[in-house]
């Protein structure tokens, strides 16, 4: 225990493994809480060409049960696409009524028209559905699942970071391990082309409630330039 209090009460950075079993070790809240990535990009929150936002899949899933709803002209349709909610029209009116019961929300394409009246509602949530994050879609089926089985949005907020979920503690570290890595990954990925400089700044691992513990980025830029 000496050793975890060390690495969660330190400045110093160290690997993603060793957060993780640290992380781990001295959670205290009684429920199963999510282990959270913090990036700190080199970027100019400002200037709308430099904002960081995409979807990736992760691997060991989040552990989070996701509602997701699908607005189409014909519900009837997708009535196998393993959706919590599917409407037309009459959803829209009750999102516009205030009512939201999801977490993910997809549409058909002919359906944006119509859904421009409750974007001020849906996008401050981030629930505007949007092509580039594939939740307007046509392969409804494909959507949905992909919104079920671990697949999580990240966006920069306007200090230039970026925090996302990855999994529960109770997940194994290799598996949160893994997750990190493919989440990071996709940030790198996203990295805007009129970005100067140093793009990954700093990196933190925490807990719901508990205390950041720095990480070591050289280790992970290393292995990515290796890729």
């Known amino acids: 225990m000496k050793a975890t209090a060390a690495i969660i009460s330190s ?12 992380i781990q070790k001295s959670a205290f809240v009684k429920f199963d809480s999510t282990l959270e990535v913090a990036l700190k990009l080199g970027i ?3 200037q709308s060409n430099q904002s960081v936002r995409g979807v990736v899949s992760l691997p060991g899933g989040t552990g989070k049960s996701i509602r997701v709803a699908v607005i189409c002209k014909d519900p009837s349709a997708v009535s196998v696409a393993n ?10 009116d009750e999102i516009s009524a205030g009512v939201i019961n ?5 549409a058909t394409p002919e359906m944006m028209g119509q859904l421009g009246r409750v974007a001020k509602i849906l996008g401050p949530k981030g629930l505007m559905p949007n092509p580039k994050l594939g939740t307007v879609a046509t392969d409804i089926v494909k959507a949905v699942n992909n919104a079920k089985s671990g697949q999580v ?8 970071s970026v925090c996302v979920g990855v999994g529960k503690l109770s997940f194994s570290k290799e598996i949160l391990a893994e997750n990190v890595k493919v989440l ?9 082309s009129s970005t100067k400089g140093e793009y990954l700044k700093r990196m933190f691992l925490s807990s719901t409630m508990g205390k950041s513990v720095r990480i070591d980025i050289s280790e ?5 330039n290796k890729a």
């Open 44 to 46: 100019d929150a400002k």
């Open 102 to 106: 999801f977490d993910v929300c997809i």
């Open 11 to 22: 400045a110093k950075s160290c690997s993603v493994l060793d957060a993780i079993d640290a």
């Open 153 to 160: 949005e990240f966006r920069s907020d306007r200090g230039g």
């Open 220 to 224: 992970i830029l290393s292995s990515k």
């Open 184 to 192: 990071v990954d996709a940030v790198l990925q996203a990295k805007p």
């Open 83 to 92: 959706a919590d909610i599917v409407g037309s029209n009459d959803l829209i």
